[in-house]
């Protein structure tokens, strides 16, 4: 499970995907959304490791690149239609 990610908006969703063994994630929308910034600290102490985004389209587009780099085709469409107009 190391390599599957856990995305969640609470403290219980990253406990959980951090017991499985899996790179936890918070998204800074639905229940996080009221957060400030002293609290998702202190949330992120509580399972450390634990990457932060805005929401769910910037914890994709993490993923997206993250994909891009491991794969060296940074910038390159991942489409087969990228060529057709």
């Known amino acids: 499970m190391s390599d599957v990610p856990v995305v969640g908006d ?3 969703d990253l406990q959980a995907g951090a017991a499985l063994g ?10 996080a959304a009221h957060l400030d910034p002293l609290e998702i600290e202190a949330l992120c102490r509580q399972v ?7 929401d769910l389209a ?8 993250r994909e891009r780099k491991e ?3 940074a910038g390159e469409s991942d489409s087969s239609f990228a060529g057709l107009e």
């Not at 899996?22 to 229940?31: F, Q, Y």
């Not at 450390?48 to 805005?54: I, Q, R, W, Y």
């Not at 910037?58 to 690149?65: G, M, N, R, T, V």
């Open 10 to 12: 609470s403290l219980r």
């Open 22 to 31: 899996c790179p936890t994630h918070l998204v800074r929308s639905g229940k």
């Open 48 to 54: 450390p490791g634990t990457a932060v985004h805005a």
């Open 58 to 65: 910037a914890f994709a587009e993490f993923l997206i690149q």
């Open 71 to 73: 794969r060296g085709t």
